[in-house]
């Protein structure tokens, strides 16, 4: 089960001298305005609401509807923004096959012909999400991107996030993770999508995760890194990376290769990350609007 970790962050002297202001749920830095909440699972009105918008009735057993982060550029007005609805639209529109495997069929048949579910639908809830952008006007209105087609431009670059760079010792100013929605498969694995962020005095670092594992037959790995250097200059234009990197196995697979075949190995993704081939990966950067 995915998990939130507890962080105990600076005091607010310590943010004072580092040039931070400390705001309910988040911070004020450099230009950037940082906010994250974590809300409860769907009562049944808000699961209505879903499942209206989306026109499905297939939803993860715990989606957190209202929890969010935010991340928005007050000069450029660029807003970053991620939450479970968008994240499951663009499910809703990726509509990848259902994954064939034994522990479907067992959902599917069962021993009375009145109880047996028809998988039609991608009941591990895959989602190609990256994040929703938007561009916040002078006037307080905003140009969303709230099915998930981004608003601003981003150009395809050679440039990478220097995940080294970022390992090295620098005070967090803020740190927070999000589940964002969690299905456990019907106790036949797990598949969750969780964001979390880091600001250190040099940039703040992004991480939105979707994580599948089906016991015994498939894992799937879709990470979303953001990463944007602060600069020396408060009203110099952000530079922010993107890299989407997504991986996938089959158990045979890695069973073939040596690797155990036991489901208890690939608890952590973290940890088997490096295990999974790479079949899609790309970098971009953001253009600035002016």
């Known amino acids: ?22 705001i309910p749920g988040g911070v004020r830095v450099k230009g950037w305005v940082i ?30 509807g209202e929890s969010f982060l935010s991340l928005e ?4 007005g660029i807003k970053f923004y991620f939450n479970a609805l968008d994240a499951l639209k663009a499910w809703k529109k990726e509509a990848l096959p259902p994954v064939e495997v034994p522990a479907a069929a067992k959902w599917k048949f069962r021993s009375k012909p009145s109880d047996q579910v028809i998988l039609d639908y991608d009941y591990t809830f895959t989602t190609p999400y990256c994040g929703s952008d938007a561009v916040v006007l002078n006037s307080g209105t905003t140009q969303a991107s709230l099915d998930g087609c981004s608003t601003l431009y981003w150009e ?8 080294v760079a970022l390992s090295a010792k620098e005070p967090i100013l803020f740190y927070d993770e999000v589940i964002l929605y969690e299905d456990e498969l019907a106790d036949n694995g797990i598949s969750f999508l969780t964001v979390r962020v880091r600001v250190m005095p040099t940039g703040w670092f992004l991480l939105l995760r979707f994580w599948l594992r089906v016991d015994g037959v498939l894992m799937r790995l879709r990470d979303t890194r953001l990463h944007c250097s602060f600069g020396n200059n408060d009203g ?30 690939y608890a952590d993704p973290n940890i088997i990350a490096q295990r999974l081939p790479i079949v899609m990966q790309k970098t971009q950067k953001l253009k600035i609007p002016n």
């Open 236 to 265: 110099a234009k952000p530079l922010v990376l993107r890299e989407c990197c997504w991986r996938e196995a089959t158990f045979a697979s890695l069973y073939a290769k040596g690797y155990p075949s036991d489901s208890a190995a």
């Open 73 to 76: 550029h007050t000069q450029t």
């Open 35 to 64: 906010q994250s909440h974590k809300g409860p699972i769907l009562n049944a009105a808000s699961l209505q609401r879903f499942e209206d918008e989306l026109q499905t009735t297939h939803l993860p057993e715990m989606v957190f």
């Open 156 to 163: 395809d670059t050679d440039d990478r996030i220097d995940l």
């Open 1 to 22: 089960m995915a998990s939130a970790a507890a962080w105990e962050g600076p005091t607010a002297a310590e943010l004072k001298a580092a040039g931070v202001e400390a």
